[in-house]
């Protein structure tokens, strides 16, 4: 099965641009957990901290997905897209229609 790059350029661009205007967005929410005197008080510090977290946990996988799309499109550019890097197998279209940044093959992941 032909794999088609154009398409795959542009849902990898895509999501590349939606990662990036999260991050922009969430930034607030990862910054410095500050003590508000109006708040109730330790529990609504403790749920503020929680969710600095969480949002710090969702950046990293951003950052994560990041790395994966640009080398995604060096493996375009090499001519390497859709094959394992572990096997050197192709990668399925459906697998790849999934998850254009797929490195491996559903055997080797």
Do not use: N
């Not at 990036?20 to 967005?25: A, R």
């Not at 508000?36 to 710090?56: E, H, I, N, P, T």
């Amino acid at each position: 099965m032909v794999i088609d790059i154009d398409k795959a350029k542009v849902q990898l661009k895509s999501k590349r641009e939606e990662i990036l205007e999260l991050s922009q967005m969430s930034s607030e929410a990862r910054g410095t957990v500050e003590l508000d005197q109006q708040s109730v008080g330790r529990l609504s510090r403790m749920d503020a901290m929680q969710q600095q977290a969480m949002a710090s946990a969702l950046e990293r996988t951003r950052q994560r997905d990041l790395v994966r799309i640009d080398r995604a499109l060096l493996r375009i550019a090499d001519g390497d897209y859709g094959f394992c890097g572990e096997c050197d197998c192709e990668i399925p279209q459906a697998r790849l229609a999934i998850d254009p940044m797929a490195e491996k093959c559903v055997r080797c992941a």
